[in-house]
């Protein structure tokens, strides 16, 4: 499998809803101005959800003056008589242009939707060469009309573990020319310091489904509140718990939603890390700490190759033990309030990524080895060796710390 990654060498940080255009944020707002600020919050990839090619042409040759990378949305996917022909000159300017690195087909398709969605992908490789088909899933708390393709009710119980588990592998089995798997599932709802109950659920089954298709897989960290009582505004610990427990079960990609905060519409939406009018907000600045530190230990974490994930003590919600493993490399025992050891190996050494799985307050992680290791230790923007059997660290609300044996 291999991950795609930013030409810089970054792992994607990507921005759900980029700066809009006039006609949908009131002002024109994708300008060099804007996208130099998206650079600088440590976001390298914007996925905008609607444009015209015009906007997206200017959005494409804006963001490459600053490095990011763009996922285009493509219209009409659904349609059996979709032509490719009709917008060849649109998809030859994508294909040649370095900072697309693909097309959104839809987002969260319904299942009677991958016969169409299979001949449209078939349909558009020849014309955008090994440019990226990606296509975003639903999460696990849709119930099951949604996941066959209609709309929910307050009738209809959540989907089981089986059905989601079947619903994305049939996707992966029909259309094949998608080139990573993603999802959605946003876990914080009301009450500070608990999450969705389902959420390592989730993520170990869209690894299992992943892996099984040879595929990396990316996932969102929430950060935009919306429809006010449904899903809040994310605290800095939450969206660093939310990062750093999906590296430590094996995902290569991040995406934020939302970046620009949308206009209401179906959906009601609260401040983004930039608001309606252009504003920075506090997120803005969560998202840049939060992707500094991700770029320290992305290199490491893009070229190991993911083993399993250890869970200890409270990690909030369940980790399902079916996915969980017990000991890793040189581990002998550990100890915590509550942890994840995600564990993966890197250049054939043993790499452990520990994770605080509060996202209320700072817990001691301690890990014992087998035997006297000697290691290179990243927390945060601090970076260390460490030589002996027994590491000690403090780890904040949500923080992580990588240890890369020598």
Same mark, same amino acid.
């Given at each position: 499998?291999?991950?795609?990654?930013?030409?810089?060498?970054?792992? /994607?940080?990507?921005?759900?809803?980029?700066?809009?255009?006039?006609?949908?944020?009131?002002?024109?707002?994708?300008?060099?101005?804007? =996208?130099?600020?998206?650079?600088?919050?440590?976001?390298?990839?914007?996925?905008? @959800?609607?444009?015209?090619?015009?906007?997206?042409?200017?959005?494409?040759? #804006? #963001?490459?003056?600053?490095?990011?990378?763009?996922?285009?949305?493509?219209?009409? &996917?659904?349609?059996?008589?979709?032509?490719?022909?009709?917008?060849?000159?649109?998809?030859?300017?994508?294909?040649?242009?370095?900072?697309?690195?693909?097309?959104?087909?839809?987002?969260?398709?319904?299942? +009677?939707?991958?016969?169409?969605?299979?001949?449209?992908?078939? !349909?558009?490789?020849?014309?955008?060469?090994? !440019?990226?088909?990606? $296509?975003?899933?639903?999460?696990?708390?849709?119930?099951?009309?949604?996941?066959?393709?209609?709309?929910?009710?307050?009738?209809?119980?959540?989907?089981?573990?089986?059905?989601?588990?079947?619903?994305?592998?049939?996707?992966?089995?029909?259309? !094949?020319?998608?080139?990573?798997?993603?999802?959605?599932?946003?876990?914080? *709802?009301?009450?500070?310091?608990?999450?969705?109950?389902? /959420?390592?659920?989730?993520? @170990?089954? #869209?690894?299992?489904?992943?892996?099984?298709?040879?595929?990396?897989?990316?996932?969102?960290?929430?950060?935009?509140?919306?429809?006010?009582?449904? $899903?809040?505004?994310?605290?800095?610990?939450?969206?660093?718990?939310?990062?750093?427990?999906?590296?430590? @079960?094996?995902?290569?990609?991040?995406?934020?939603?939302?970046?620009?905060?949308?206009?209401?519409?179906?959906?009601?939406?609260?401040?983004?890390?930039?608001?309606?009018?252009?504003?920075?907000?506090?997120?803005?600045?969560?998202?840049?700490?939060?992707?500094?530190?991700?770029?320290?230990?992305?290199?490491? +974490?893009?070229?190991?190759?993911?083993?399993?994930?250890?869970?200890?003590?409270?990690?909030? @919600?369940?980790?399902?033990?079916?996915?969980?493993? *017990? &000991?890793? %490399?040189?581990?002998?025992?550990?100890?915590?309030? %509550?942890?994840?050891?995600?564990?993966?190996?890197?250049?054939? !050494?043993?790499?452990?990524?520990?994770?605080?799985?509060?996202?209320?307050?700072?817990? =001691? &992680?301690?890990?014992?080895?087998?035997?006297?290791?000697?290691?290179?230790?990243?927390?945060?923007?601090?970076?260390?060796?460490?030589?002996?059997?027994?590491?000690?660290?403090?780890?904040?609300? %949500?923080?992580?710390?990588?240890?890369?044996?020598?």
């Amino acid at each position: 499998m291999e991950n795609y990654r930013h030409k810089s060498g970054e792992m /994607y940080k990507s921005g759900w809803v980029a700066p809009p255009s006039e006609k949908n944020g009131g002002k024109d707002y994708i300008t060099e101005e804007r =996208l130099k600020e998206v650079r600088e919050a440590g976001i390298n990839l914007m996925q905008p @959800c609607h444009s015209s090619f015009e906007d997206a042409k200017r959005l494409v040759e #804006a #963001a490459a003056k600053f490095d990011v990378d763009v996922i285009i949305p493509i219209e009409n &996917t659904l349609k059996e008589d979709f032509d490719p022909n009709k917008i060849a000159f649109e998809l030859e300017y994508y294909k040649n242009s370095e900072n697309v690195l693909g097309l959104n087909l839809i987002d969260e398709p319904g299942r +009677i939707s991958f016969d169409v969605l299979d001949k449209t992908a078939k !349909k558009l490789r020849p014309y955008i060469g090994d !440019k990226l088909l990606y $296509v975003n899933h639903m999460p696990m708390y849709a119930t099951a009309g949604q996941l066959n393709g209609g709309w929910w009710s307050p009738y209809e119980e959540e989907s089981t573990s089986d059905d989601y588990y079947d619903f994305l592998k049939s996707f992966y089995e029909k259309v !094949k020319e998608v080139g990573l798997a993603s999802y959605d599932f946003y876990p914080f *709802r009301h009450e500070k310091g608990s999450c969705d109950p389902r /959420y390592f659920e989730q993520m @170990c089954i #869209a690894k299992q489904i992943a892996s099984e298709h040879d595929l990396p897989l990316w996932n969102f960290t929430q950060v935009t509140s919306w429809n006010r009582d449904a $899903v809040r505004n994310m605290t800095y610990s939450e969206m660093a718990w939310l990062n750093n427990t999906s590296l430590a @079960c094996g995902v290569t990609g991040l995406q934020y939603f939302c970046y620009w905060t949308p206009f209401d519409n179906v959906e009601t939406f609260e401040n983004a890390m930039i608001s309606r009018d252009g504003k920075r907000t506090k997120h803005y600045y969560f998202a840049q700490d939060l992707n500094a530190k991700i770029d320290k230990i992305a290199p490491y +974490i893009l070229d190991a190759k993911f083993v399993g994930t250890i869970p200890y003590g409270d990690t909030i @919600c369940a980790f399902p033990k079916s996915y969980a493993i *017990r &000991t890793f %490399g040189k581990l002998d025992r550990f100890m915590s309030d %509550g942890m994840l050891i995600g564990c993966f190996k890197w250049q054939k !050494k043993n790499m452990y990524f520990v994770v605080n799985t509060s996202v209320m307050e700072t817990r =001691l &992680t301690e890990l014992t080895f087998k035997e006297e290791i000697k290691a290179k230790v990243i927390i945060g923007f601090n970076e260390f060796v460490f030589s002996g059997q027994v590491l000690n660290k403090p780890l904040g609300a %949500g923080e992580a710390m990588l240890i890369i044996e020598e």
